[in-house]
């Protein structure tokens, strides 16, 4: 069975960092292509970040380029989202999601709440 | 950035009933349109992929239609675990999705 388990989220003050962790199991995580997808409290969805299965290769909403990395330990079968110079606009739900197709998410976390706030 | 506007924004219809939700770009997506089923706490749930392939595991009664800016998801009998918000996705390019759409029991 595929899992995801999100972890790290927390409350941060702005300007602070965090760093999420994503532990997958069920499945291939090395062959897998993975993303992190965000949803503000009672917004909408917004895909933030996606890496490919190497690690090799990343890319980034317009929202987060520069303050948010994306990596992968393939050893640990563990995605991360390390987070710097947050704001209160990126106070969300945070799942990351195993890619189907290219940006087609077939298998979700159930996500981890970060908190920019004071 | 390609804008999906849902509408309605809410839907109330009853068990049994036939649901009709839309999904507009505002560019062409291709086929490249997703929906997902989201419930609340949960997370997403992929439902339909290149605007009308069933994904694995949901039931015959979803289905997906269109190509270009204009798309359908119908759902042709409603079960009362269909009650949910529904987002559509392109990933034409950079993904985004649409505002979502309630799905509600009247």
């Known amino acids: 069975e595929v899992q995801l388990v999100e972890s790290g989220g927390g409350l941060v003050q702005p300007g602070g960092s965090l760093r999420l962790s994503c532990a997958a199991s069920?499945?291939?995580?090395?062959?897998?292509?993975m993303h992190w997808v965000r949803q503000a409290p009672g917004k909408g969805l917004v895909w933030v970040s996606r890496?490919?299965?190497?690690?090799?290769?990343?890319s980034y909403a317009d929202s987060v380029k520069g303050r948010f990395t994306i990596s992968r330990d393939n050893a640990k079968n563990t995605l991360y989202l390390q987070m710097n110079s947050l704001r209160a606009e990126d106070t969300a739900v945070y799942y990351c999601?195993?890619?189907?197709?290219?940006?087609?998410?077939?298998?979700w976390g159930q996500g981890t709440l970060v908190t920019v706030s004071s | 950035e390609i804008v999906l506007t849902q509408s309605p924004a809410t839907l109330s219809l009853s068990p049994g009933e036939r649901a009709t939700l839309s999904c507009r770009a505002s560019?062409?997506?291709?086929?490249?349109l997703a929906w997902y089923q989201q419930k609340p706490g949960q997370a997403p749930r992929l439902l339909i992929y290149?605007?009308?392939n069933r994904a694995t595991g949901i039931p015959a009664r979803f289905s997906g239609s269109g190509s270009g800016t204009d798309f359908t998801l119908t759902i042709s009998s409603l079960e009362p675990e269909d009650f949910a918000v529904y987002y559509c996705?392109?990933?034409?390019?950079?993904?985004?999705f649409g505002q979502g759409t309630k799905l509600e029991i009247k």
């Open positions: 890496i490919n299965s190497d690690g090799s290769s990343t």
């Open positions: 069920g499945f291939t995580f090395s062959s897998y292509w």
């Open positions: 560019q062409s997506v291709s086929s490249y």
């Open positions: 290149d605007a009308s």
């Open positions: 999601a195993r890619q189907y197709y290219a940006f087609l998410a077939d298998y």
């Open positions: 996705q392109q990933r034409s390019n950079w993904p985004t």
